[in-house]
C-alpha cells in the first residue's frame, strides 16, 4: 500500500444508526474517501440526508457487487444483520475489498467458511463484537479477575432493535474468561451454584457461565461482568452510551485491517 493512498470506504448497513455513524466518521477523515453506501432498504436515499450538515452527494445503493464493480473500495465496513452479513462478507472478500464487521450472530460454522475464503483469497478480515477502547478493557480486566475469581456471570444490555442474544460481546466475554481459568488452573466448567432442571430464568449458559440478556429502549450498549467470592463481589461495567464510542475503533480497524494475514477476532489484536 501507498502510505499516501487515501483509503477507499465502502460501507454497508448504510442507513442503520451505526451506520450512519460510520459515513460521517470516514467522512471527517483526511486519509479516508467514502465511496459507497450499501443498504437495500435505503436504497435511493441521498446520503447528505442522512448526515446532518453534510453536503455528500453520494446516493444508497442496493447491490454489494454492483458497488463494489464500480467504486472499486479497498475496505468494506458492514453493520447489517446476522442474515445477510456472511454474504456481504463474501463477496467482499472474493472481490478482494477487506471487511471490518461489527455485525454480530454469526454462527460458528460461518466462521470457519469466512476464515477459509479469507485464507484462501489472503484478504485481511476483521470481525469484532465491540469497537469501543473502553469495551476492549472491560474484557482485559474481567481475563485477569477470572484467574482468581472464577464465579461470575455476565449481563448485557442492548437496544430492542439488537437482534441477537447474548451479545457477540457476552459470549466474547465468556469465552476469554473460560480460557484464563483453564490456564490459571481455577475454579472448574461448571462454576458457582447447582443448576436443576427448573432453572428456566437463569440466562443462557456457556461453560457454566450465565449470560443475561436485556433488550429495552433507551440503552445502546452495555454489560457488566459480576465475579463472586468469599465475602466479596468485584463488578466490571462498561456503558456505550453513544454510538460515536464505536468510532475510533472502527476508524482504527479500517487503518489496519489490510496489513492482516487471514481473519482476526477482536479489536484487541490491533490496538
Known sequence: MIQSERIRVLVTGATGRVGREVLAAVIRESDMELVGAVDPQGAGTGVGALLPNSSADMVVSADLWQTIAATRPHVMVDFTTPAVVVDNIRIAIEAGVCPV??????????????????????VGVLIAPNFAIGAVLMMEFAVKAAQYLPDVEIIELHHERKLDAPSGTALLTARKIVEAREAAAVGDDEPGSPESDQAVARGEN?????????????????????FGGLGQILTIRHDSTDRRSFMPGILLAIRKV???????IGLEYIL
Open 258 to 264: 489490510r496489513s492482516l494475514t487471514g481473519l482476526v
Open 206 to 226: 456457556y461453560r457454566g457461565i450465565r449470560i443475561h440478556s436485556v433488550r429495552l429502549p433507551g440503552f445502546v450498549a452495555h454489560q457488566e461482568v459480576i
Open 101 to 122: 464487521v461489527g455485525t454480530t450472530g454469526i454462527p460458528e460454522t460461518r466462521i470457519d467458511e469466512i476464515r477459509q475464503l479469507a485464507d484462501d483469497k489472503k
